[in-house]
């Protein structure tokens, strides 16, 4: 079956979301670069992303949810982490947190990155999923893909990828990713959001992030 290229509508969100619950792993648009998603609580699937991106399976993925408490299921929200949720979500923040016990890390060793989107398509489908484990739709090593039609020419095996909105937000630029799981916050990417807009003094620079 050839991978389709959804509207982003209800009937699109709608037709994504039962590829999800298949065992597809889709394109959709998010308010920071287009993405690649699977069910969060399915590995297989999970799996299937790292290889259609041609990356090691070693390298975590983001678990993407629709609200703080669905982020509760898969991550231990310490009063930082739930602040920081509270002033920059829905948004381009990804939080590296330990993880629950027993629940999906998505490649983290006892940590997962969590975040909510602002952006309207991904919030819909995060609606009727649940909770995703994403990364940028791209091959591993080259630029994020710029939409739909450019992840399906790319990315050989998708289930099928949800289109933008015409003049939607969001742009090539990643989400910042700050890690919380150590006892100093560490600030593994400054992207969306630098170091002084978070405002935590405490922040020391990473050496890069391995969650693209």
Same mark, same amino acid.
């Given at each position: ?11 699109? @969100?709608? *037709?994504?979301? +039962?590829?999800?619950? =298949? ?9 920071? &670069? ?11 699937? @999970?799996?299937?992303? =790292? ?19 669905? @982020? ?25 947190? %330990? ?14 990155? &969590?975040?909510?989107? *602002? $952006?309207? @398509? ?16 791209? %091959? $591993? ?23 933008? $909105? ?13 890690? !919380? ?5 560490? !600030?593994?990417?400054?992207? +969306? !959001? ?9 922040? %020391?620079?990473?050496?890069? =992030?391995?969650?693209?």
């Amino acid at each position: 079956m050839s991978a389709m290229l959804w509207a982003p509508d209800p009937s699109g @969100v709608a *037709a994504a979301a +039962r590829a999800l619950a =298949s065992g597809g792993v889709i394109g959709f648009p998010t308010d920071t &670069v287009y993405g690649l998603a699977a069910a969060a609580g399915d590995p297989a699937a @999970v799996a299937a992303v =790292s290889r259609i991106k041609g990356r090691p399976g070693s390298q975590p993925l983001i678990l993407m949810a629709r609200s703080i408490d669905q @982020v509760a299921d898969y991550a231990i929200l310490e009063p930082l982490a739930v602040e920081l949720a509270q002033r920059f979500w829905p948004g381009a923040l990804t939080l590296i947190l %330990r993880s629950v016990p027993g629940a999906p890390t998505l490649g983290g060793e006892g940590t997962v990155g &969590v975040r909510v989107p *602002a $952006h309207q @398509v991904a919030l819909a489908l995060l609606a009727l999923s649940g909770p995703l484990a994403t990364t940028s739709a791209n %091959r $591993h090593g080259r630029p994020p893909a710029a939409g739909a039609v450019s992840a399906l020419a790319e990315l050989a095996g998708l289930a099928g990828a949800l289109a933008d $909105h015409p003049g939607a937000g969001g742009g090539p630029q990643p989400s910042s990713i700050l890690d !919380l799981s150590q006892e100093v916050p560490v !600030l593994l990417r400054a992207g +969306r !959001l630098s170091a002084r807009e978070l405002g935590i003094p405490l922040i %020391r620079d990473g050496s890069g =992030s391995r969650r693209d």
